[in-house]
């Protein structure tokens, strides 16, 4: 049993190494998703946007192909039009959302480091959807505030929002999100199984940055499954998205 178990903590050691955000143990599996399903459907702009991500020393921000495939074909499904994206770093989910959304839907779009951003830009542009999206440099929360005392007055609610930002401010996102989206539209968390630190004991040997937030994305985690207010998905896509449908 002992050698089984170095065995396995070899491979997912293995698994860390390689860069890439999905949470299958097997390299190998996560590959053939990728090359059979995910890249041969993938539109041109989001490769490009996608390779030249990759160059970026952040890199493991970034949304994950096969998460923004998902992300593409459930917007279709819902006939999403107005929608919220909070953390955007290059835009690769971004490209994900306008790609989908028709010629006249809206994403507000926030992040606190305009740069990045910019560094996706041109492929968006060049795809024809950038039309569909309003950038905000800074901190998302007091613009949240300011939208709550505007709801019911002159705000649309929101078919969809994707929240990929600071872990921190999850829980503190989600009690302004529920009421900004409309009832039997969605919230989508991302990060929530955080490198599959969540079903690790605490002082389990992990990355400084990982320990950190780990908590902060159990508390999240805890705070949806008992929220009356929602439906709820946990999905093991990319490293974890959380899917939250509001039924009152």
Known sequence: MAANGEENQSQIGRHQEVGHKSLLQSD??????????VYPREP?????????????????MSTSADEGQFLTM????MN????????????????ATALALPD????????????NYE??????????????????????????DEMLTDVK??????????????????INYHKRLIDLVKVGGIIGYDNTLWNGSVAQPADAPMRKYVRYYRDF???????LAADPRIDICMLPVGDGITLCRRIK
């Open 80 to 95: 999403a039009k107005n929608t919220m994206e909070i953390g955007v770093y290059t835009g690769y989910s971004l490209l």
């Open 119 to 144: 560094l996706g830009l041109p492929v968006i542009q060049k795809a024809g959807v950038a039309h569909k999206i309003e950038f905000g440099e800074g901190p998302a929360m007091p613009v949240l």
């Open 153 to 170: 007055e002159t705000m649309d609610p929101y078919d969809f929002i994707f929240v990929d930002a600071d872990k921190d401010n999850y």
């Open 104 to 115: 006249d839907g809206k994403i507000l779009a926030m992040d606190i480091n305009k740069e």
């Open 28 to 37: 190998d599996l996560y590959q053939y998703i990728l090359e059979t399903s």
């Open 217 to 223: 994305v159990l508390e999240l985690n805890k705070a």
């Open 44 to 60: 041109e702009p989001m490769k490009e946007l996608r390779e030249l991500t990759a160059k970026h020393p952040w890199n493991i």
């Open 74 to 77: 459930l917007l279709k499904l």
